[in-house]
C-alpha cells in the first residue's frame, strides 16, 4: 500500500477554497488508488468535515490535509484560534444550553471543543464520547438525545474515529476512515438492529450472567437458528478472550444486524497507570510470543502488548516448525511511516491475505494457515478488526449472515 500526505492547505474563507479543497482530495483518491465506493465515503465526509470548519475558523486560519493510504485515509484540521476568554464563553454557553438551535447535537459538541482554547490542555475522541452517551443513556432522557443526535450525524456515521486536541497554542482535529471490505456496510450506514448494551469488567467477567445474556440479546435480532448458533459462539470466544487479559478494564459489547452482516462490536478501556504498564510489560515478556496459541490467544496478545506500545505488536511471532511467524506484522495494516503513532489497527482479513501469500514457499507459514482454518472465530469471521490506541480497546467482529 502506498502513503501519501497532500500539501496543506490554509483555509481562511471556506467557500473560497472548496475547489482547492477537492483538488487536493483528487490527488489523494489517484494516488492511493482509491475505490469508486471508498473515493464517494471520502469525499463526503470531507465536505462534512470543511463544513464543519466553516463554523468554527471564525478570525483564525486553519490548515487543512489529508494523508494516509488506500486502508485508512486521515483528515487533517489544525488551527491557532485567538478567540478571548468572553467570546469562548458565549460558544459554550450557546452550544452548551441549546438555545441557538444550529449549535445543538453532535456538531454542537465538536464545535465546543474545537473553540474550548483555555488554559489547559484537553483533549476530546469520538470512541469515548460515545462511551460515556451508552453508559448514561439508561438513566439520562438527554443522554438519550445525545445518543439520537449522534446516530443522525452523518460525520459521525461515517468516521470511524474522531480526536480533537487542544493546548495553549494548538487545536488540532483528526478525522479518521478506516475502508476495510468488512466495515464497507458497517462503516457507512446505520445498522438495521441494535441490540442492548452488556457492560463488563474485568475483575467480574466469569460471573455467568455476562454469558447468559447472549440469549436475551440474540433472541431481538431476527436470525436464522442457524446464525443465532454462529454469533453466540463467537460471543464466547470474546468473553473468552476478555477474561484471559491481564490488565483491568471496562467495555461494551453489544451485537449489530445489517441486511447482509452482523457484527460484535466491544469497545472499552484500561484503567492503566505507569506501574500498570510496567507489570503488564513484564507479565508479556515472561509469558513469551513463541508459546502456542490459538487464533483469539493472538488476538489477545495484540490487544495487550498494544496497550503498551507498537513496537510490542510489531515484536509478537509465533514457533511453527522450524521457524517463526510474525502475526503482528502480518495482521497490521496502519504501521507505515508517519502513522505509527496513530495506535495499532490489525485484522484478520490482513493476517490471512499475508499467511495466502507467503504459504506456497514458506513451511511455517503454510502450519500457521493450517491452524487458522481450523479456528471457529477465523472460520465463521469475515473479518475480524482490532484497534488499541492508548488506554483504549475498539474490536469489531463482522460475519455474513443468511
Same mark, same amino acid.
Given at each position: ?9 490554509k483555509? *481562511?474563507y ?5 475547489d482547492g479543497?477537492?483538488?487536493l482530495?483528487?490527488?489523494f483518491?489517484?494516488?492511493v488508488r482509491?475505490?469508486?465506493r471508498? =473515493?464517494?465515503?471520502l469525499r ?5 468535515v470543511?463544513r464543519?470548519a ?7 486560519i486553519?490548515?487543512?490535509?489529508? #494523508?494516509?493510504?488506500s486502508r485508512?485515509?486521515k483528515?487533517y484540521?489544525?488551527?491557532e484560534n485567538?478567540?478571548?476568554?468572553q467570546?469562548? #464563553?458565549?460558544l459554550?454557553?450557546?452550544s ?7 449549535e445543538q447535537?453532535?456538531f454542537?459538541?465538536?464545535? +465546543?471543543?474545537f473553540?474550548?482554547?483555555?488554559l489547559?490542555?484537553n483533549?476530546w475522541?469520538?470512541?469515548d464520547y460515545?462511551e460515556?452517551i451508552l453508559?448514561?443513556?439508561a ?6 438525545? /445525545?445518543?439520537d443526535d449522534? #446516530?443522525?450525524?452523518?460525520v *459521525?456515521?461515517l ?7 487542544i ?14 471490505? =468488512? ?15 452488556t ?11 455476562v ?7 440474540? *433472541?431481538?435480532?431476527?436470525?436464522t437458528?442457524?446464525d443465532q ?10 468473553l473468552?478472550m476478555?477474561? /484471559?487479559?491481564t490488565t483491568?478494564?471496562h ?9 447482509h452482516?452482523c457484527c460484535i462490536?466491544?469497545?472499552g ?7 500498570k ?6 507479565? /508479556?515478556?515472561?509469558k513469551?510470543?513463541?508459546l502456542?496459541?490459538g487464533?483469539?490467544?493472538k488476538?489477545g496478545?495484540i490487544?495487550?502488548n ?20 510474525n502475526?503482528g506484522?502480518m495482521g ?9 503513532d496513530?495506535?495499532?489497527?490489525? +485484522?484478520l482479513?490482513?493476517?490471512r491475505?499475508?499467511?495466502k ?5 514458506n513451511?511455517?507459514?503454510?502450519? *500457521?494457515?493450517?491452524?487458522?482454518e481450523?479456528?471457529?472465530?477465523a472460520?465463521?469471521a469475515?473479518?475480524v ?5 492508548g488506554d483504549r ?10
Amino acid at each position: 500500500m502506498r502513503y501519501v500526505e497532500t500539501s496543506h492547505m490554509k483555509i *481562511a474563507y471556506v467557500e473560497s477554497k472548496l475547489d482547492g479543497a477537492n483538488k487536493l482530495l483528487d490527488e489523494f483518491i489517484f494516488d492511493v488508488r482509491l475505490r469508486e465506493r471508498d =473515493a464517494l465515503r471520502l469525499r463526503l465526509l470531507a465536505e462534512e468535515v470543511l463544513r464543519l470548519a466553516k463554523s468554527i475558523i471564525g478570525r483564525g486560519i486553519m490548515d487543512f490535509w489529508i #494523508e494516509g493510504t488506500s486502508r485508512v485515509a486521515k483528515i487533517y484540521l489544525t488551527s491557532e484560534n485567538h478567540m478571548d476568554k468572553q467570546s469562548q #464563553e458565549e460558544l459554550i454557553s450557546v452550544s452548551s444550553t441549546g438555545e441557538n438551535k444550529s449549535e445543538q447535537g453532535f456538531f454542537g459538541v465538536l464545535k +465546543s471543543m474545537f473553540m474550548m482554547q483555555g488554559l489547559e490542555e484537553n483533549t476530546w475522541n469520538l470512541r469515548d464520547y460515545q462511551e460515556e452517551i451508552l453508559r448514561k443513556r439508561a438513566e439520562d432522557k438527554y443522554s438519550q438525545e /445525545a445518543w439520537d443526535d449522534l #446516530e443522525r450525524s452523518l460525520v *459521525a456515521n461515517l468516521a470511524d474515529d474522531i480526536e480533537v486536541s487542544i493546548d495553549k497554542k494548538k487545536v488540532e482535529m483528526i478525522v479518521t476512515k478506516d475502508f476495510s471490505e =468488512a466495515l464497507s456496510t458497517i462503516g457507512s450506514k446505520k445498522p438495521e438492529i441494535t441490540t442492548q448494551f452488556t457492560f463488563i469488567d474485568s475483575d467480574k467477567i466469569g460471573n455467568d450472567d455476562v454469558y447468559s445474556r447472549v440469549d436475551e440479546m440474540l *433472541a431481538d435480532m431476527e436470525l436464522t437458528r442457524k446464525d443465532q448458533i454462529h454469533l453466540k459462539l463467537l460471543f464466547e470466544e470474546t468473553l473468552g478472550m476478555l477474561k /484471559a487479559l491481564t490488565t483491568d478494564y471496562h467495555a461494551a459489547i453489544w451485537f449489530e444486524k445489517y441486511k447482509h452482516e452482523c457484527c460484535i462490536r466491544v469497545t472499552g478501556k484500561t484503567e492503566m497507570n505507569q506501574e500498570k504498564k510496567e507489570g503488564l510489560l513484564d507479565v /508479556a515478556s515472561r509469558k513469551g510470543n513463541t508459546l502456542a496459541k490459538g487464533f483469539m490467544g493472538k488476538i489477545g496478545d495484540i490487544i495487550e502488548n498494544g496497550f503498551l506500545n507498537y513496537n510490542n505488536v510489531m515484536k509478537l511471532q509465533q514457533q511453527y516448525g522450524g521457524g517463526v511467524v510474525n502475526y503482528g506484522t502480518m495482521g497490521m495494516y496502519n504501521g507505515i511511516e508517519g502513522m505509527a503513532d496513530s495506535g495499532i489497527m490489525w +485484522s484478520l482479513y490482513e493476517y490471512r491475505d499475508s499467511l495466502k501469500g507467503e504459504m506456497e514457499t514458506n513451511e511455517d507459514a503454510r502450519l *500457521a494457515w493450517d491452524e487458522l482454518e481450523k479456528s471457529i472465530v477465523a472460520k465463521l469471521a469475515k473479518d475480524v478488526i482490532v484497534g488499541v490506541k492508548g488506554d483504549r480497546l475498539d474490536m469489531t467482529i463482522v460475519c455474513d449472515i443468511k
